[in-house]
Antibody, heavy 128, light 107 residues
Framework: QVRLQESGPGLVKPSQTLSLTCIVSGGSISSGSYYWSWIRQPAGKGLEWIGRISSSGTTNYNPSLKSRVTISVDTSKNQFSLNLSSVTAADTAIYYC????????????????????WGQGTTVTVSS | DIQMTQSPSSLSASVGDGINITCRASQTISSYLNWYQQKPGKAPKLLIYAASSLQSGVPSRFSGSGSGTDFTLTISSLQAEDFGTYFCQQTYSSPWTFGQGTKVEIK
């Protein structure tokens, strides 16, 4: 089955750029009608969706972070990446990557997006 | 952005109890509502999608209901392994947003 694994520095200095990569294994990032998302969670707090990308490069970003976020995909390496610029302590969190799948619901007779595969998460601390 | 509000923030119940967690959206989201379970130190796991559809492999004691702005996750007979935090998520409009979570503890 498809597995996701985040990688990147665990410590980033304030004002610098946070860069993470999510490696997709067990399947091709280009197969199916999937989007590939980044989500973060400050310690002990809730989940915040950062944005997502399709294998063709179409992106959607959370407006609250849009000015600082870039998500890219490298289909040759079967991975996608997150860059978050000008970080502050408020960006300290566990960062997850996830697969955004389309599923059909017979009860509502409509398609729905679900995050059905998640990476284990990686902790990023912003500190000097 | 659509705001998602869950209640209660936490609850404690005994094995065998039935529990309900509610999620309210700040505007109508039809049935574009998912539920996730997160255990400490782990990533969230999809339980319910489209408000009431059970994800493959999820025990049938979990169920979801609701549409529009008000939704409920029900665990019919709580098991020891059901501890954790439960989040609702709307996918009606971008940005996707989550509820603040409901922490479930086993007495």
């Amino acid at each position: 089955q498809v597995r996701l694994q985040e990688s990147g520095p665990g410590l980033v200095k304030p004002s610098q750029t946070l860069s993470l990569t999510c490696i997709v294994s067990g399947g091709s990032i280009s197969s199916g009608s999937y989007y590939w998302s980044w989500i973060r969670q400050p310690a002990g707090k809730g989940l915040e969706w950062i944005g997502r990308i399709s294998s063709s490069g179409t992106t959607n970003y959370n407006p609250s972070l849009k000015s600082r976020v870039t998500i890219s995909v490298d289909t040759s390496k079967n991975q996608f990446s997150l860059n978050l610029s000008s970080v502050t302590a408020a960006d300290t969190a566990i960062y997850y990557c996830a697969r955004d799948s389309v599923v059909f619901s017979y009860s509502s007779n409509s398609n729905h997006y679900v995050m059905d595969v998640w990476g284990q998460g990686t902790t990023v601390t912003v500190s000097s | 952005d659509i705001q998602m509000t869950q209640s209660p923030s936490s609850l404690s119940a005994s094995v065998g109890d039935g529990i309900n967690i509610t999620c309210r959206a700040s505007q109508t989201i039809s049935s574009y509502l998912n539920w996730y379970q997160q255990k400490p130190g782990k990533a969230p796991k999809l339980l319910i999608y489209a408000a009431s559809s059970l994800q493959s492999g999820v025990p049938s004691r979990f169920s979801g209901s609701g549409s529009g702005t008000d939704f409920t996750l029900t665990i019919s007979s709580l098991q020891a392994e059901d501890f954790g935090t439960y989040f609702c998520q709307q996918t009606y409009s971008s940005p996707w947003t989550f509820g603040q979570g409901t922490k479930v503890e086993i007495k």
